[in-house]
């Protein structure tokens, strides 16, 4: 599990793609509504996983209890819209106060242990579980995610996750009232705050004619007028 994929994509550290190391939320632009309330309801995961975990001692106690912490966010809409680029800022605004794990869900259908095992060992490391790109096109892929999902949220672990694919729409909930189905349709939501995240292909701005940045407009705009 710990180990990089063929391709390099994934590290044994279980974090972000190289191309994600230095992605903040501050950086991220969004580029309509649905942009804007993804990114609030990220920073807002972030500050209460943060709160959970390293507020004194004493808040904790004689606090008011649950933050309103929730079991996690799913990020949901068509590529190029800066999911895994609000994924990875959540990674980066927790590390290292609070310990987090960043994989690709090929990653977790690739793996040879037992849904509820694989799902320990994560907890072992990470009280927070990052899932980038979770493609739900095969039935038991998606049983062996459901699976994984709910040891997590009994072991306490907080999970994000992005894909395109919303929970009703999911293979598996064609297949009758089972509890599998009634899983994804009624539990998933009341577990995770689902958030559609709409927009245009930021790579598709990059091809147009004219001048793009993706990050901070004054040092790309620093880089651009070396190369141009």
Known sequence: MNQPTTDGRRSAALTPPTRFAEVRFSPYRPQNVMQAEALREAERLAGQIRERY???????????????LRG??????????GKTHLLASIYHALQPDVPCAFTHSSD???????????????????????????????????????HVLKTLRDLGVTVAATSNAEPEKFVSAQFGR??????????????????????????????????????????????MRLTF
């Open 178 to 223: 089972d509890r599998l189905e009634r899983f994804i349709s009624e539990e998933f939501r009341n577990t995770y705050h689902v958030v559609f995240v709409g927009g245009e292909d930021f790579r598709q701005r990059l091809a147009k004619p004219g001048k793009a940045w993706v990050g901070p407009r004054e040092a790309t705009q620093a880089a």
């Open 54 to 68: 390293t507020a004194p001692w004493w808040k904790r106690v004689f606090g008011n209890g649950d933050n309103g």
């Open 72 to 81: 996690g966010l799913y990020l949901v809409g068509p590529v190029g819209t």
């Open 108 to 146: 977790l259908f690739r793996a040879r242990q037992r849904p509820e095992d694989y799902a320990r060992s994560l907890a072992e490391q990470a009280r927070v579980l990052l899932i980038d790109e979770v493609e739900l096109d095969d039935p038991a892929a998606e049983v062996r995610l459901i």
